[in-house]
């Protein structure tokens, strides 16, 4: 029997009970929209204020606040969906996962990118209006979907390739590795994960001590960058956690088979919505300026009525 056979297996046989199921779904969807509830306010405030929507930082800011969200609404449809239906349609599915994984790997690959504009913005501050434009930024949020898109999308050409169109009118445990069964499109992830991995590392890694070293001189930016790169990482780390997610799940399934269905919850709490709910902190609630118009117009909002 294959992993996915054995997962749909396992959740079959130690489904939860209707209490507990309520109990998970409640915490996630409350937590869902209370991320989403924040991430909405910050991208009406970035849209509100030219200042940000002119600034290379704050876009590349708010693209991961959008593209946090998408993750967010996708990957608790699926969860709420999976409790209340079990199985999807696989072309219904299929349209799903390539949402998540796009806007998965978009995730690092931003941070990436956040990390070297810190970088130039501290190490070379004369050139960093030349270099870091608005139009370079957008072709640069450009590059981070279409990477990720020429990731994901010849999973879904090895499956029209290699299984009847039947399988498509099917149902399905809306998982990754039901949708898209075939051997080589899972060793196609590992590889990409583990390129992904050593790329978006080394340049948090060269971008910190980069920035550490200029924080030496005792510049107050300096530090304030360094100290961002550094929650850069943490969140970084914890969405690179889902690189590792299938093995974890391999390794859950062999070892604590009865309680598979709560090991699955508590890694989607900590890959899918632990990591989202850091952006907010790093430059909404950290950044002088953000916060400050933010925090204008709720108290604008708050007193019109």
């Given at each position: ?81 999976s409790y209340i239906l079990f199985k999807l349609n696989v072309s219904i599915c ?52 279409m990477t990720s898109i020429v990731s994901g999308l010849p999973d879904l050409f ?35 994960y583990s390129l992904f991995l050593v790329i978006v590392w080394l340049t948090i ?101």
């Amino acid at each position: 029997m294959n992993v996915s056979a054995a997962n749909v297996s396992v959740v079959l046989q130690y489904r939860d009970s209707f209490t507990k199921a309520v109990t998970k779904n409640v915490i996630v969807v409350v937590l869902g929209i209370s991320i989403n509830f924040i991430n909405a306010n910050l991208i009406h405030t970035f849209r509100k204020h030219q200042i940000f929507y002119m600034n290379p930082r704050y876009i590349l800011f708010i693209h991961l606040v959008v593209n946090d969200m998408i993750v967010l609404t996708l990957t608790i449809t699926l969860f709420v969906v999976s409790y209340i239906l079990f199985k999807l349609n696989v072309s219904i599915c299929c349209v799903i996962v390539l949402l998540v994984i796009f806007t998965t790997e978009n995730t690092p690959l931003n941070l990436a990118c956040m990390a070297v504009e810190c970088y130039i913005a501290i190490c070379f501050p004369l050139h960093h209006m030349q270099i870091c434009t608005v139009k370079r930024t957008s072709m640069l949020i450009g590059l981070i979907w279409m990477t990720s898109i020429v990731s994901g999308l010849p999973d879904l050409f090895i499956t029209l390739a290699t299984e009847p169109l039947d399988f498509f009118h099917t149902q399905v445990f809306c998982l990754r590795e039901n949708v898209f069964p075939h051997p080589v499109t899972i060793k196609k992830r590992d590889i990409t994960y583990s390129l992904f991995l050593v790329i978006v590392w080394l340049t948090i890694f060269y971008t910190y001590f980069k920035i550490l070293f200029t924080a030496k001189t005792a510049s107050k930016d300096a530090k304030k960058a360094r100290n961002t790169i550094m929650l850069h990482g943490i969140q970084l780390l914890l969405c690179m956690s889902s690189y590792a997610t299938p093995q974890l799940k391999e390794a859950l399934l062999r070892w604590f088979p009865k309680n598979y269905a709560d090991s699955l919850f508590a890694i989607y709490i900590t890959v899918q919505i632990l990591p989202r709910s850091i952006s907010p902190i790093i430059y909404g609630f950290r950044d002088n300026t953000f916060r400050k118009y933010l925090k204008n117009d709720l108290l604008c909002r708050v007193s019109k009525p």
